[in-house]
């Protein structure tokens, strides 16, 4: 005799689905378990890792290209200090016949004879009938921190 045949003869209920194919547990098949359920796919782990890695790829070149641009501005600084150091020092050997004052702006003059400078409050176009003395080389302003910048 068959099961369905015993269950009718003993009025019990005999469940018609196989036990090895339902679960207690339906949210953690890794397929729908109903025809109305929303479809479940696998993520596609290629993809994604292919998806990251490009992200990755961009921000890190953002960035690198940020600190190359720092690094470009840092060298640019470094080389205008540089210059005004190797200027500074050229002045302060130079001849200067007066104290000068922070933020005015002066006249550096190359003597021909000597091979050296000389430091003046008078321009190139403010000589008049008075003789430069040498070749006018650059207008400079004394800095607040004792160094000079051409102007």
């Given at each position: 005799?068959?099961?369905?045949?015993?269950?009718?003869?003993?009025?019990?209920?005999?469940?018609?689905?196989?036990?090895?194919?339902?679960?207690?547990?339906?949210?953690?098949?890794?397929?729908?378990?109903?025809?109305?359920?929303?479809?479940?796919?696998?993520?596609?782990?290629?993809?994604?890792?292919s998806r990251s890695l490009?992200?990755?790829?961009?921000?890190?070149?953002?960035?690198?290209?940020?600190?190359?641009?720092?690094?470009?501005?840092?060298?640019?600084?470094?080389?205008?200090?540089?210059?005004?150091?190797?200027?500074?020092?050229?002045?302060?050997?130079?001849?200067?016949?007066?104290?000068?004052?922070?933020?005015?702006?002066?006249?550096?003059?190359?003597?021909?004879?000597?091979?050296?400078?000389?430091?003046?409050?008078?321009?190139?176009?403010?000589?008049?009938?008075?003789?430069?003395?040498?070749?006018?080389?650059?207008?400079?302003?004394?800095?607040?921190?004792?160094?000079?910048?051409?102007?």
């Amino acid at each position: 005799m068959s099961e369905k045949e015993k269950a009718a003869k003993d009025n019990t209920f005999v469940n018609p689905i196989d036990p090895d194919t339902i679960t207690d547990t339906p949210s953690t098949l890794p397929y729908a378990h109903t025809v109305g359920s929303a479809v479940v796919r696998p993520d596609d782990l290629k993809k994604n890792k292919s998806r990251s890695l490009s992200a990755m790829q961009q921000q890190t070149d953002m960035q690198l290209n940020q600190i190359k641009e720092q690094i470009e501005l840092l060298a640019k600084q470094a080389r205008k200090l540089e210059k005004r150091k190797q200027l500074s020092e050229m002045i302060y050997q130079s001849k200067i016949g007066f104290k000068p004052e922070i933020n005015h702006v002066y006249h550096l003059y190359e003597k021909d004879d000597e091979n050296t400078f000389v430091l003046s409050m008078i321009g190139p176009d403010e000589w008049g009938r008075s003789t430069m003395p040498g070749k006018f080389k650059h207008s400079v302003r004394l800095l607040a921190d004792h160094t000079w910048d051409i102007i």
